[in-house]
């Protein structure tokens, strides 16, 4: 997506109109990222709040030679991992380890049939939060283990455990849902 | 191993990557809401706040006198602009004219709607009388300035805004059209020539509206007036002018005792000045001051304290020389109970609600300066009292007794002031001004029987007053 450079320099200018149309323009997409990385809707709506106020407060520091989505992407997700730390300092999660089986997955060549988006992003929505962390930044992001063991202060095994036990965990999870929808037919 | 799962990933990057929801309403409010606060936001919403408080005021206690003269802004050419938006929006015709004045302004700028003939007098819109009467002025009609437009002919004419009527217009007001003289009701005539008379014409503006059509060929009209309805029912010399102000002002207090100590306080007030009269000005206002005072506490204690010592002679022996006894001895500490008396200092803090009310005369003006002097009473009203207890801390004392010789201050009080004022027009709306007041309290803050001296002060109240 492309954005007009008036509205940016409008932005850095503080011109409310300006802001207007370029959160009106980037806020869906950007609700769908954050939404990915957090529990549920209500706390994606926060943190695209608050991660739109850290783009309008320093959008006079971007550069244009890069894609501004992008740049605002990398806040949101900045956000969400601010947040989620914030979050794992007061509540340390209880991972539901029968959710989650603990045999090694098998690779396999199965082909994963489309999947309501809805349903795939409550799923996601449903991991803990350090799976669903790790997960966004590896598969969405495309950060390495040993990336994504600094930014969230993990070890590397671990980033690598909590991959493998989001997969398998949406791999159950479609799996029953196919079965499901097997039997209805 | 992660290889065999990459189907999954590529699922959800196909499903999820171009993801999109919209977000509620209230994530933009909350955004904007963050920006604004964030930035000038909250000096807007203080400034805001004064100005709404202002606005508010003045259109309780005001009234709107758009052609206000007190910045003497006003052009010879605009003395004929109404005063009044409802006189404006009255027709009006003119004998031997059958004129139609226009809704708002304009009323001799733009005759559209003048035709040359038939010049009646029909004021459909001015009927009843109105609930003022000044008496029926004589009022003789002005040339002020020539305008030239259009009929419906396609010739020019030229427009002489002359009539006068006075704001204070009773029913049946008689006017006569006269294009060569300037005549004010209850005035001598005044030429525009003189520039002490034409700024008595601008002052003159403010209480009176007139204006007039003089087409060539037809000078001396006769306008009757059978009643201004649309006149407001108060009278126009009130609401002259409102303006707003904040002031902050240290003082410094003479507490006026033997020890002659001074305090500090710190005042800050809102103020809205009624400015009757070009000169003259009445001032309330409603603040807070803060004062600092010293909180004296005697503590009185006792202490099981060394009070001396003696030489105990342990031993003694003779010296063979001089045969004269040599004591050993050791010193021997004497221990008893000591009363100590100690002074403790802490710092306190009394805030006043105030209310003030000032009278004012401009003095001296030039340009944008003038000079005021101001007198007027405030009266305090004790809110809060801070007074920490004193510190202190010794495991060793006995009978501690702290007494509190801080007097206690009384619950309210009034100060006269005097003063003067130097303002400086920033612009036509905000004026700087600084205020060095001398400030005698009618009434001891503290109560009777420690200081029977009534305090004195010294300050300086700065402000920024506001005229919308």
Redesign the interface.
């Known amino acids: 997506m492309t954005v007009d450079e008036k509205i940016i320099q409008g932005c850095i200018a503080?011109k409310?109109r300006a802001?207007?149309q370029l959160?009106k323009a980037f806020?869906?997409?950007m609700?769908?990222?954050c939404?990915?990385y957090c529990m549920n809707?209500a706390e994606a709506?926060d943190v695209?709040?608050e991660g739109?106020?850290k783009v309008?407060?320093y959008i006079k520091n971007f550069r244009s030679d890069g894609s501004f989505e992008g740049w605002i992407r990398r806040i949101m997700v900045n956000t969400a991992i601010t947040n989620y730390n914030k979050r794992s300092k007061v509540h340390h999660e209880e991972i539901n380890e029968n959710t989650l089986s603990s045999e090694d997955?098998?690779?396999?060549?199965?082909?994963?049939l489309?999947?309501d988006?809805e349903i795939?992003?409550r799923l996601?929505q449903q991991l803990p939060d350090g799976y669903r962390m790790v997960?966004n930044l590896y598969?969405?992001e495309g950060y390495k283990h040993r990336e994504i063991s600094g930014i969230l202060g993990i070890s590397e095994n671990t980033s690598k455990s909590q991959?493998?036990k989001a997969?398998k965990y949406?791999?159950n999870e479609m799996e029953k849902l196919e079965k499901v929808k097997n039997l209805q037919y | 191993?992660?290889?065999?799962?990459n189907?999954?990933?590529d699922?959800?990057?196909?499903?999820?990557?171009?993801?999109?929801?919209?977000?509620?309403a209230?994530?933009?409010k909350?955004?904007?809401r963050?920006?604004f606060f964030?930035?000038m936001g909250k000096i807007i919403i203080l400034i805001s706040g004064i100005a709404v408080l202002s606005v508010a005021a003045y259109l309780y206690w005001g009234y709107s006198n758009v052609g206000e003269t007190s910045g003497s802004n006003v052009e010879a050419t605009e003395i004929g602009r109404t005063q009044n938006e409802d006189m404006a929006s009255s027709e009006t015709a003119v004998e031997g004219q059958n004129q139609t004045l226009g809704k708002e302004e304009g009323i001799y700028y733009e005759n559209a709607g003048l035709s040359e003939n038939d010049v009646t007098t029909n004021n459909n819109n001015l009927s009843g009388k109105p609930d003022h009467d000044f008496g029926s002025p004589q009022v003789e009609d002005v040339p002020l300035a020539e305008i030239s437009t259009t009929d419906k002919t396609g010739e020019v004419n030229d427009v002489i805004v002359t009539t006068m009527v006075s704001a204070s217009v009773a029913s049946n007001v008689t006017i006569q059209t006269n294009t060569s003289q300037k005549v004010y009701p209850g005035l001598p005539r005044l030429s525009e020539e003189s520039p002490m008379e034409r700024m008595a014409i601008k002052t003159l503006d403010a209480n009176y509206l007139f204006y007039q059509y003089n087409p060539i060929g037809n000078i001396n009209e006769r306008t009757q007036f059978k009643g201004l309805s649309g006149f407001p029912d108060h009278d126009y010399g009130r609401a002259k002018l409102f303006s707003y102000g904040v002031y902050v002002s240290p003082e410094v207090i003479f507490m006026n005792d033997e020890a002659k100590t001074r305090k500090l306080q710190l005042n800050f007030d809102a103020v809205t000045n009624y400015k009757p009269t070009k000169d003259f000005y009445l001032q309330g206002g409603l603040g807070i001051g803060v004062s600092q005072d010293d909180g004296r506490y005697n503590v009185d204690y006792e202490q099981y304290d060394s009070v001396g010592y003696y030489l105990e002679v342990n031993s003694y022996t003779i010296d063979p020389v001089t045969g004269k006894p040599v004591f050993k001895t050791s010193i021997e500490n004497v221990y008893d109970t000591v009363a100590y008396n100690k002074l403790s200092l802490t710092g306190n803090r009394y805030t006043y609600l105030r209310l003030s009310g000032f009278m004012g005369y401009r003095v001296h003006y030039a340009k944008s300066f003038s000079v005021f002097v101001k007198g007027g009473l405030t009266y305090s009203i004790l809110v809060n009292s801070y007074e920490p207890n004193p510190e202190f801390s010794n495991g060793d004392a006995l009978n501690l007794k702290i007494t509190k010789e801080t007097a206690q201050r009384i619950n309210d009080t009034w100060q006269a002031s005097v003063g003067v004022g130097f303002n400086c027009r920033l612009s036509n709306s905000v004026t700087l001004t600084g205020e060095p007041m001398f400030n005698y309290y009618l009434r001891p803050v503290y109560e009777r029987g420690y200081n029977a001296k009534n305090p004195y002060s010294l300050g300086l109240k700065l402000g920024l007053l506001f005229k919308f």
């Not at chain 1, 997955?105 to 199965?110: I, N």
């Open positions: 503080g409310r802001q207007n959160y806020a869906p997409g609700l769908g990222v939404m990915r809707r709506e695209l709040q739109f106020v309008f407060r997955e098998t690779p396999g060549d199965k082909v994963y489309p999947v988006r795939l992003m996601i997960l598969v969405f991959l493998s997969r949406l791999k | 191993m992660e290889e065999g799962f189907n999954i990933d699922l959800l990057r196909n499903s999820l990557d171009d993801y999109q929801a919209q977000p509620s209230k994530v933009w909350a955004v904007s963050s920006l964030s930035g």
